[in-house]
């Protein structure tokens, strides 16, 4: 994904869409302190898979997918075991979330065609759960990759990929999609909101909003392209990248208006922590910035890795992660 995203190039805005205006705002870059992040893990070649998402469900227990394998640690991320996948080479992994502490599921592709892995009991087991043809046949034609999940409020799965968003409900050992949008490019992101409501981005500064059972497009006219969107209370976040730097903005209006919230000098961004004013934001080249007030300003953190940074996980308060590119995970120690 890392790659694929990276070389985007850049888009132009549909006139049919609605454009959206950015309202500046006052981020600033503070000085670097020395970094409250610890490396645990990073392979030392460049060929080294991504840790493309991971969950803890302890300080010490935790599980993580790489495109080719399932890993889990009981070391709190120093070391980690293989699972599954790694002996099969038809078997790729794109997506993990999870409902609860006890129930997950994984998303990718097994012989060119979709296949959803589910765990009951903290990732220690992974099913594979059986598609419903008919909903099989609803997705788009060739499609081989999904980019993100996450649960709704009533246990429904949103997934996007290529050309199209989906939800997925899964019953026993089988799993069928309820909800499809098709789209004219890949969505990169998804998240889920309280009352049924999902957002979407992806690749031509594209916005999908779902309410009310209603699909709303929006456009932000700014040559960008999106990673990730994220909820943090009542504020939307979209990180991305433009030709030459990355980016973060904020509506603090159901996405009406966006303020420009971005760090100085920095790359493509791929993920964000906030709670209590207190977060975190990663992105390429090992970059790690801090707020101390929601977002309004980011201090640069000392980095132990140039790796790309992608995914950050925080147990509580005491207990955070971030992974990426060549297996490398960082733990936070306050």
């Not at 227990?61 to 002996?87: N, R």
């Not at 996450?150 to 409900?169: H, P």
């Not at 992105?283 to 950050?312: C, F, K, P, Q, V």
Request: hydrophobic fraction near 35%.
């Amino acid at each position: 994904m890392i790659n694929l995203l990276l070389r985007l190039k850049e888009v132009i805005a549909l006139g049919s869409l609605l454009v959206l205006y950015l309202i500046p705002g006052n981020s600033s870059n503070l000085s670097a302190e020395s970094s409250r992040w610890h490396k645990l893990a990073e392979e030392g070649h460049s060929h080294a898979p991504p840790y493309m998402s991971a969950m803890f469900f302890d300080s010490q227990d935790g599980v993580a997918i790489t495109p080719v394998s399932i890993k889990k640690t009981a070391d709190s991320g120093q070391s980690w075991s293989t699972l599954g996948g790694d002996d099969d080479d038809n078997l790729f992994l794109d997506t993990m979330a999870f409902q609860n502490k006890q129930t997950g599921l994984i998303l990718g592709k097994k012989d060119q065609t979709p296949i959803i892995l589910k765990t009951t009991n903290k990732g220690e087991n992974w099913r594979k759960m059986q598609p419903n043809k008919e909903s099989l046949a609803k997705l788009h034609k060739g499609f081989t990759k999904f980019f993100d999940s996450c649960f709704d409020d009533k246990g429904g799965m949103w997934a996007v990929g290529e050309n199209e968003i989906m939800r997925i409900e899964t019953l026993d050992n089988g799993w069928n999609i309820s909800n499809i949008l098709k789209t004219d490019s890949p969505l990169f992101s998804v998240a889920c909101a309280g009352n049924e409501e999902v957002w979407a981005v992806g690749e031509k500064n594209e916005i999908l909003h779902y309410s009310n059972n209603n699909w709303e497009r929006k456009i932000i006219a700014n040559n960008s392209f999106f990673t990730k969107i994220k909820i943090t209370g009542k504020d939307l976040w979209l990180l991305g990248g433009l030709p030459s730097q990355g980016f973060v903005l904020r509506s603090q209006d159901n996405g009406q208006t966006w303020e420009d919230k971005s760090p100085e000098n920095s790359n493509t961004l791929f993920d964000l922590y906030l709670k209590e004013k207190q977060g975190w934001l990663v992105g390429a080249g090992g970059a790690i910035y801090h707020t101390a007030d929601n977002g309004n300003s980011w201090s640069r953190e000392n980095s132990s890795t140039e790796s790309d940074l992608i995914n950050i996980f925080f147990l509580d308060a005491r207990h955070g992660w971030i992974t990426g590119d060549k297996s490398t995970v960082l733990k936070y120690e306050n």
